[in-house]
């Protein structure tokens, strides 16, 4: 049998399989896949080979991360490819050379119900060697390739660092925003546009490039085929330090295959991503009145850092501002703290707390938990003495994390969660930021925008940090900052706008519910509440096994335990949201697709 008579035949038996995985009926929810296939390309391997490269390296990290799934996982040559594989994920790892008889194989596969993960060059070359073009991943995921990040650009070459989703269907094993690098390889980068991604390159700084030139991760679903798009080679692997890329695959893969996943939400009550308003409360104190009214304006509440050696020459307006916002310390000098012997920390620390205690009562001083450094500059020492003063939380610089979430500090390692501090890690640009670009108010705006844009998609923490003495009338953050707390107003229903205090204390309650999978069905799942419980507002995402298929209904094992409330977010994502409070105990609970 030739191999157009080969096709033919395969065309005839998918037709006939209505009932094979990936084959259902619109609405319904399909079987997952089991098998995973890894692509071993002879002529690939051959044009490696005599251009000094290995194309076996770059199959031996898909060999080493897919064995342990055992008889599901099997390595597949050109002749298997073309006597035709059963519905399952087919892995195109770096299969930079395709001839047209595998091309129009892989492209059966797909429209057979299968599942595919291209990464880097696939099919950049014909079966000649000769270069083809990005036309064909283009085609498979429906994207446009917009070029490669070059080492050679010096504008590009610190663009390298991977930044998931957060929270996205496909991501969600990474948490939102995390900084992984890529390294320099010499398989350059490939930047995509697609309307599903669900990665960025960023630079180390987050400089919110736009949004056609950052793409990374891409995926698609159509008809009975989910395909995903991987823009870094194999080689990349090897540089990520925190072994984040597997867990990455986990989740990517458990999509491919049409597995349901659910996984705990970073923020409450069905929000995707969350929002801290702060302003650094220095010189010009009074233009913290001009803040708080922006945002009083659009329902909006956030925090004041203040100094207090000056908070204390302005009583009545730390009174004004206290009514509606949040009162942080900022230190008692605008001098950072980071490598101060723990003595001159503990004195300064200790005068801070005494002026804010004189500037507000000693019966408000309790409620004033959270802290910002000046110059963001602080280290272990600070913190080990801002715990002791009582404090709760700390708001950092971009540096403390690689990830755009909160996270409990690490400064005094044998705390618990309900002890540490929380970190708060400003991640978005401020306006020092803005105004060292030197920009004009109109591009700001934009910037400022796309900026938002970016921590939403990925499920992150923002924090927009203003100093007082940059909000006086007609400078450019007071041009700039009401617009975007309209943005912020108008999509309160998906972004959680509150104080640091807030922000914190749910990061703790977050941390007592433990998420636990249940054997035998994935249609099931539980979790634990660990004391002291009160936990309210605890959300759950759901995974889709087909585009718009989600979960119909929710029960609970226990019919004493109280039932979620069931919301689609996206085609590809329901949520769970536990608006009632949960104490200390055990839950579980089964959907219904």
């Not at 000094?52 to 040559?77: C, N, T």
């Not at 090897?238 to 491919?256: F, G, K, T, V």
Request: net charge neutral.
């Amino acid at each position: 049998m030739n191999f157009r008579q080969k096709l033919s035949s395969a065309i005839f038996s998918s037709l006939l399989c209505l009932t094979c995985s990936g084959n259902t009926a619109p609405g319904a929810s399909p079987k997952p896949l089991e098998s995973v296939y890894l692509y071993s390309s002879p002529i690939t391997s051959a044009f490696f080979s005599s251009n000094g490269a290995s194309y076996d390296s770059l199959k031996q990290h898909w060999r080493e991360y897919l064995r342990p799934h055992g008889k599901s996982f099997r390595e597949v040559s050109k002749a298997n490819l073309m006597a035709g594989l059963k519905p399952g994920v087919l892995v195109l790892g770096s299969a930079a050379l395709l001839d047209e008889q595998e091309r129009r194989a892989i492209q059966l596969f797909a429209e057979s119900g299968g599942s595919i993960l291209a990464t880097w060059g696939t099919g950049v070359r014909n079966g000649k060697g000769q270069w083809a073009g990005y036309g064909f991943v283009e085609g498979l995921l429906e994207m446009k390739v917009n070029g490669k990040v070059l080492s050679a650009d010096n504008k590009e070459n610190n663009t390298r660092f991977l930044n998931p989703f957060g929270d996205g269907p496909l991501t969600w094993a990474v948490p939102a925003g995390q900084r992984v690098f890529l390294g320099e390889v010499a398989e350059t980068l490939i930047r995509v546009d697609s309307p599903n991604l669900a990665a960025r390159y960023f630079s180390w700084e987050r400089y919110p490039a736009p949004k056609d030139s950052n793409g990374a991760i891409a995926f698609l679903e159509k008809g009975r085929s989910r395909r995903v798009y991987f823009g870094f080679s194999e080689s990349s692997w090897e540089y990520d330090e925190r072994r984040e890329i597997p867990n990455l695959i986990d989740s990517a893969l458990a999509w491919l295959k049409r597995e349901t996943s659910v996984y705990k939400a970073a923020w409450p009550n069905g929000s995707l991503s969350a929002q801290l308003l702060e302003m650094d409360t220095e010189d010009k104190y009074l233009n913290a009145l001009d803040f708080s009214r922006d945002m009083e304006s659009n329902g909006l509440r956030g925090t004041f850092y203040s100094l207090t050696s000056i908070a204390r020459q302005h009583r009545d307006t730390v009174q004004k501002l206290s009514e509606r916002h949040e009162i942080g310390y900022h230190g008692e000098l605008h001098v950072g703290f980071k490598g101060k012997t723990p003595d001159a920390q503990e004195k300064r620390l200790n005068d801070m707390a005494a002026e804010m205690r004189d500037t507000v009562g000693t019966r408000a001083l309790p409620a004033v938990t959270g802290f910002r450094a000046p110059t963001e500059a602080w280290d272990t020492t600070t913190e080990k003495v801002l715990r002791k003063l009582g404090v709760r939380y700390n708001v950092t610089g971009p540096s403390a994390s690689e990830g755009r979430l909160p996270f409990f500090s690490a400064s005094e390692p044998g705390l618990t969660p309900e002890e540490a501090l929380v970190d708060l890690p400003r991640t978005q640009m401020d306006d020092l930021n803005y105004l060292g670009l030197r920009l004009g108010a109109a591009t700001a705006a934009q910037l400022i925008m796309l900026d938002f844009d970016y921590l939403h998609e990925a499920g992150a923490l923002g924090v927009l940090s203003v100093h007082s003495q940059n909000y006086a009338t007609g400078d450019l953050m007071t041009r700039i900052t009401p617009p975007y707390l309209k943005k912020l107003q108008q999509q309160r229903d998906l972004v959680w706008t509150a104080t640091g205090k807030e922000i914190a204390d749910w990061w703790r309650i977050r941390d007592r519910v433990v998420y636990r999978q249940p054997k035998g069905s994935i249609s099931n799942f539980a979790f634990d509440v660990r004391p002291p419980g009160g936990v309210k507002g605890i959300t759950f995402f759901v995974t889709h096994p087909a585009m718009d298929v989600g979960p119909k209904s929710i029960s609970a094992g226990n019919g004493n335990s109280p039932l979620p409330e069931l919301k689609r977010v996206d085609a590809y994502r329901s949520v769970l949201i536990f608006r009632q409070e949960l104490k200390a105990g055990s839950y579980d609970y089964a959907l219904e697709f």
